[in-house]
């Protein structure tokens, strides 16, 4: 049995309360115990409470002194894109001197340049960079991510993509939970309708075999995939017992969050365009939206998704980071905490609430993840701060001091 005390966090926050997902008022109540300690035991919360109570009961364990500083779970990052060769630098500069997304795509930049290049590369080029990403993750303060498919658009590669997945879980202590997203766009060599047939017909069925996917994704917008073939998609991976998240109301408001209040899926992400309706529609179905303000601001828009509106509606909100080459290269979720609080008006603690337990619930983890309570995997990180607040405040800067993951310091 190996056991450890962490003692004497300015702020412990807990984010302890209700077994399900946070909505309205409870987006604001961290739990936070000041001067606060926990008790770990073979990887779990054993003891959470006032440090002077921990010090009593600690046995032979090894003492962590946090030395006044903020202590948190890790965050969850329930929406990345980790798996893919090459970068999209020269789609990135371009972009800076003005150039559309059109001619960005004519000059060979764009999503199917990174599909060329992760067709290309081997499992064990992908597991490399997987790999030094992963600890990028890891140096933010994230120990648990979602990661997609969808750089294949073949049934090999697209296999390739999650296989590496599967191989990363091994050798990085960051927690994956992965998703198959062959709907991420549609291939130069097959029409829409052929490539519907051949995610359906062909990819689920090696995905679930394999047991490789927890989850199934689509990308929902105008030149992707429509409503009818998402839904298509959707309903034949509900049916081999995949749950369903979507990309959807990116850059047109076509209805995608309604489709996915329709299909009960677990989550809607991007948002940025979905209106009042669409906002009904996922309160109704008790879907979790995933906002994504990283991605708007990589690409320099001003249109953030109405997060204030769908709290007031009682949605039980995410934040996560959408960590891709193309429209987020960042993997920092106090980054995203930062644009939560200055573009869409979320207070500092909805923002946390949003990246850890709801999150969690969110990848279907509620009870292993997301908050620091007796039970729950010891998956914390000490900020070198001594108010949670700071962590959206300072931007730009890292303030991790360090990260556990089940008990053990990984950074
Ligand atoms: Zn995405």
Same mark, same amino acid.
């Given at each position: 049995m190996s056991s450890l005390a962490v003692l004497?966090?300015?702020?412990?926050?807990?984010?302890?309360?209700?077994k399900r997902a946070r909505i309205g008022p409870e987006?604001?109540?961290?739990g936070i115990i000041s001067d606060g300690g926990m008790l770990i035991r073979d990887g779990k919360l054993e003891r959470v409470g006032l440090s002077d109570e921990i010090e009593k009961n600690i046995g032979d364990a090894e003492v962590v002194d946090a030395g006044g500083r903020a202590v948190m779970p890790g965050f969850v990052?329930?929406?990345?894109?980790?798996v893919f060769a090459g970068n999209r630098l020269d789609d990135f500069e371009r972009r800076s001197r003005g150039e559309t997304y059109e001619q960005i795509a004519k000059a060979g930049g764009g999503i199917w340049s990174t599909v060329q290049k992760t067709r290309a590369a081997s499992e064990v080029d992908l597991l490399a960079r997987a790999t030094k990403y992963a600890t990028w993750f890891l140096r933010c303060g994230t120990t648990t991510v979602e990661a997609k498919s969808g750089y294949g658009l073949t049934v090999e590669d697209e296999l390739k993509i999650l296989r590496v997945m599967r191989q990363l879980k091994q050798e990085v202590r960051l927690e994956i939970v992965p998703t198959f997203l062959g709907a991420h766009a549609v291939p130069r060599e097959l029409s829409p309708d052929e490539y519907l047939d051949v995610v359906v017909t062909e990819m689920l069925p090696h995905v679930t075999a394999e047991k490789l996917a927890e989850f199934c994704d689509v990308f929902c917008e105008r030149g992707y995939f429509d409503i009818d073939q998402s839904r298509k998609i959707l309903s034949a991976a509900k049916k081999v017992g995949l749950s369903l998240r979507g990309h959807v109301d %990116?850059?047109?408001? $076509?209805?995608g969050a309604k489709l996915m209040a329709e299909m009960s899926a677990t989550t809607a992400d991007?948002?940025?365009?979905?209106d009042e309706q669409g906002i009904a529609a996922l309160s109704k179905a008790n879907v979790q939206p995933v906002l994504l303000p990283g991605s708007v601001y990589a690409l320099g828009?001003?249109?953030?998704?109405?997060a204030r509106e769908m709290i007031e509606a009682g949605l039980a909100i995410v934040l996560a980071?959408?960590?891709?080459?193309?429209?987020s290269p960042t993997p920092s979720m106090p980054m995203v905490l930062s644009l939560a609080c200055t %573009?869409?008006?979320? $207070?500092p603690a909805e923002a946390i609430t949003a990246s850890t337990v709801n999150a969690a619930y969110s990848l279907n983890r509620g009870d292993k993840i997301g908050c620091l309570e007796?039970?729950?995997?010891?998956n914390f990180v000490i900020f070198d701060?001594?108010?949670?607040r700071e962590l959206a405040y300072w931007f730009g800067m890292p303030q991790t001091h360090s990260v556990y993951v089940r008990g053990d310091c990984i950074v």
């Amino acid at each position: 049995m190996s056991s450890l005390a962490v003692l004497h966090a300015a702020q412990l926050v807990t984010l302890t309360g209700a077994k399900r997902a946070r909505i309205g008022p409870e987006l604001s109540e961290l739990g936070i115990i000041s001067d606060g300690g926990m008790l770990i035991r073979d990887g779990k919360l054993e003891r959470v409470g006032l440090s002077d109570e921990i010090e009593k009961n600690i046995g032979d364990a090894e003492v962590v002194d946090a030395g006044g500083r903020a202590v948190m779970p890790g965050f969850v990052d329930a929406h990345t894109h980790l798996v893919f060769a090459g970068n999209r630098l020269d789609d990135f500069e371009r972009r800076s001197r003005g150039e559309t997304y059109e001619q960005i795509a004519k000059a060979g930049g764009g999503i199917w340049s990174t599909v060329q290049k992760t067709r290309a590369a081997s499992e064990v080029d992908l597991l490399a960079r997987a790999t030094k990403y992963a600890t990028w993750f890891l140096r933010c303060g994230t120990t648990t991510v979602e990661a997609k498919s969808g750089y294949g658009l073949t049934v090999e590669d697209e296999l390739k993509i999650l296989r590496v997945m599967r191989q990363l879980k091994q050798e990085v202590r960051l927690e994956i939970v992965p998703t198959f997203l062959g709907a991420h766009a549609v291939p130069r060599e097959l029409s829409p309708d052929e490539y519907l047939d051949v995610v359906v017909t062909e990819m689920l069925p090696h995905v679930t075999a394999e047991k490789l996917a927890e989850f199934c994704d689509v990308f929902c917008e105008r030149g992707y995939f429509d409503i009818d073939q998402s839904r298509k998609i959707l309903s034949a991976a509900k049916k081999v017992g995949l749950s369903l998240r979507g990309h959807v109301d %990116q850059l047109t408001n $076509s209805g995608g969050a309604k489709l996915m209040a329709e299909m009960s899926a677990t989550t809607a992400d991007h948002l940025e365009q979905t209106d009042e309706q669409g906002i009904a529609a996922l309160s109704k179905a008790n879907v979790q939206p995933v906002l994504l303000p990283g991605s708007v601001y990589a690409l320099g828009s001003s249109r953030y998704p109405r997060a204030r509106e769908m709290i007031e509606a009682g949605l039980a909100i995410v934040l996560a980071t959408d960590f891709n080459p193309g429209s987020s290269p960042t993997p920092s979720m106090p980054m995203v905490l930062s644009l939560a609080c200055t %573009q869409m008006k979320m $207070s500092p603690a909805e923002a946390i609430t949003a990246s850890t337990v709801n999150a969690a619930y969110s990848l279907n983890r509620g009870d292993k993840i997301g908050c620091l309570e007796p039970g729950k995997l010891a998956n914390f990180v000490i900020f070198d701060c001594e108010d949670y607040r700071e962590l959206a405040y300072w931007f730009g800067m890292p303030q991790t001091h360090s990260v556990y993951v089940r008990g053990d310091c990984i950074v």
